[in-house]
């Protein structure tokens, strides 16, 4: 229920990558993101377990941050699990700095940070 009602609302976006096969389309990855004036969150940015590591999410966050930029927005926001390297590698190389670190954000043991990157016409055209 949390999901759909969070798809209704007129400020949240999800962008969703499919694959075309021959049975079925099948989905490879998503990100969802909720902008406010110039600040945007990213929610969520997946991709299936098989299909990493070949720059489908380095593809995926560009167009997201070039789209949040032609909107108007300046300033990215996320969480991400302080145990999750690939993530944190993926924000580090688009310039996402952390900004807070809270200890058992994501559960007893797992610490969340909280990653922010500003300025994002510096970016987008890269």
Not at 55 to 77: H, N, P, S, Y
Request: hydrophobic share 35%; proline share 2%.
């Amino acid at each position: 229920m949390a999901f759909e009602s969070e798809l209704q609302k007129s400020n949240f976006e999800l962008t969703l990558i499919v694959e075309e096969t021959q049975a079925q389309p099948r989905l490879v990855a998503y990100a969802g993101i909720t902008r406010k004036k110039g600040t945007a969150l990213l929610h969520k940015l997946c991709v299936v377990e098989e299909m990493r590591n070949q720059g489908i999410a380095t593809k995926l966050l560009r167009l997201q941050i070039k789209k949040l930029e032609f909107q108007g927005c300046d300033d990215v926001q996320l969480w991400v699990d302080e145990s999750r390297e690939s993530a944190k590698h993926l924000y580090d190389k688009f310039g996402f700095n952390v900004v807070r670190r809270v200890e058992d954000y994501y559960g007893p043991g797992r610490c969340g940070l909280r990653m922010r990157l500003n300025n994002l016409g510096s970016l987008a055209t890269e």
